[in-house]
């Protein structure tokens, strides 16, 4: 029996969508909109946003300052001069939505710093270069977004009282030297930012030494710029901003903003010589010394190739 071919309509909706609907007319809109389409976290490669202040007497100010943080939706909240005591409960000071890491002062009056830390952020405490008689805390963030090729942020909280002036300027420098040096061999290519209230230290060799730069172009008490932010990532932020100080504070309150990502600086980065620093040597050296040479040369085959790994390693 011979076949018959059954041809049916096509639906006439569907050919009228033909005729309407021409792909190629088609306007391509970007998703990525910076005023529009982005929630505001995801324009930014993420460098935390932070607030500097020394209160002078945290728990008396502290609606103020829970307020602000909040508000302006902070990662960071630098706080020197806590005058907080061991009998004062972190309940006190909290601010919802933020951990808190402190250190008061055991001996004399006043003096104090602590940080504020958004839940939301990675963190740990790097108590192997904390000293008793520095008043700075240090923590090591890892945020979920960073620019590229920096593994980590390392920040630093610092208040540098001015009695014996003299003697405790040669104590911190030496103790910033240290402790910037153990971090380059620790965390190689991190982010460094180091704010507080440093009372006129001149820490211009020490920024040279470690390619830091001082952001705080204004006065922060008086005519004077006594809180301060050194960093080796100027580039990611915008300028930072005076806000007015807590309470009856005499110091300012500083406030800084990551860059949008259309303003980024561009990835390129051409290197010109071969650092020596003695810190990059120490890294080196530490990177060295957990090679096992004789793993390396028994993995190579020919006498040639284990030949050129010995000499390699001596």
Not at 41 to 52: A, K, M
Request: with cysteine; glycine share 2%.
């Amino acid at each position: 029996m011979p076949s018959t071919e059954v041809t049916r309509p096509l639906n006439r909706n569907y050919q009228k969508s033909l005729r309407v609907h021409n792909p190629y007319n088609c306007v391509w809109i970007s998703s990525l909109d910076p005023k529009e389409n982005v929630p505001t976290r995801s324009r930014y490669l993420f460098v935390p946003s932070i607030l500097l202040s020394n209160v002078m007497a945290l728990a008396p100010k502290i609606d103020e300052v829970r307020q602000f943080i909040q508000n302006a939706n902070l990662d960071l909240a630098l706080i020197t001069e806590t005058w907080l005591r061991n009998h004062i409960h972190d309940n006190v000071i909290s601010v919802s939505g933020y951990n808190i890491v402190r250190r008061d002062r055991l001996l004399d009056t006043h003096g104090g710093v602590c940080i504020y830390v958004k839940n939301s952020i990675d963190f740990q405490v790097l108590d192997f270069i904390m000293n008793d008689k520095i008043e700075a805390i240090w923590l090591k963030l890892r945020p979920l977004r960073l620019p590229r090729g920096m593994p980590c942020i390392i920040i630093a909280n610092v208040y540098h009282p001015r009695t014996n002036k003299g003697a405790k300027d040669s104590y911190l420098l030496s103790y910033f030297y240290d402790s910037m040096s153990a971090i380059e061999s620790r965390f190689p290519n991190c982010c460094v930012l180091i704010a507080g209230d440093f009372n006129r230290l001149d820490m211009s060799r020490f920024c040279n030494a470690f390619q830091l730069k001082q952001i705080v172009k204004f006065p922060s008490r008086g005519d004077r710029t006594l809180d301060v932010i050194f960093t080796n990532m100027k580039e990611y932020y915008e300028t930072p901003v005076k806000r007015p100080a807590f309470g009856l504070s005499d110091h300012a309150t500083i406030e800084i903003q990551p860059l949008l990502r259309s303003h980024q600086p561009t990835a390129k980065r051409t290197v010109l010589s071969r650092d020596l620093r003695r810190t990059k040597k120490n890294a080196l050296s530490s990177c060295l010394v957990s090679v096992v040479v004789d793993v390396m040369v028994k993995s190579k085959e020919s006498c040639e190739e284990k030949l050129e790994a010995r000499y390699f390693f001596c």
